[in-house]
């Protein structure tokens, strides 16, 4: 079991959450500073960014092998879309840190989103 952190399409009412069905959904976290987002279009990218103060927000799931290389599979790594890569979490009572896709191309002329992308459960 891997422990991920998803912050775009993969959170609960995402166009993607499906990929998710089955597994561990474990709570709602925010990384350490250092990291923003910014809009694709359709799903976000999350980047480093020195000097950020807030992190970005998301959901930490628990995710079996399987789950895992398809993930990897739909966020293109083979293609060097995104990368998996660990990232503190602010302390939670979850886990101190999990793996999450980094976008890799570059970003600077894309919408700043911030800290959320706006996906939430459906209600
Ligand atoms: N899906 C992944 C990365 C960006 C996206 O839209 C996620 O939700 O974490």
Redesign the pocket.
Known sequence: MTT????????RG?S?HLFLEGQKYLGAVRTEPGFTLYSLGD????VRAPGDTSGVT?ELWSVDDACLAE?DR??GLDEGL?ERVDVLLLPNPHAPSAQ??L?LRPHHGLPPVGDT?PVGPAT
Do not use: C
Not at 43 to 46: L, R, S, V
């Open positions: 991920v952190f998803v912050y775009g399409t993969l959170k995402g993607n799903y976000p990218g999350m998301g993930l739909l966020e995104y999450a896709y976008y992308w």
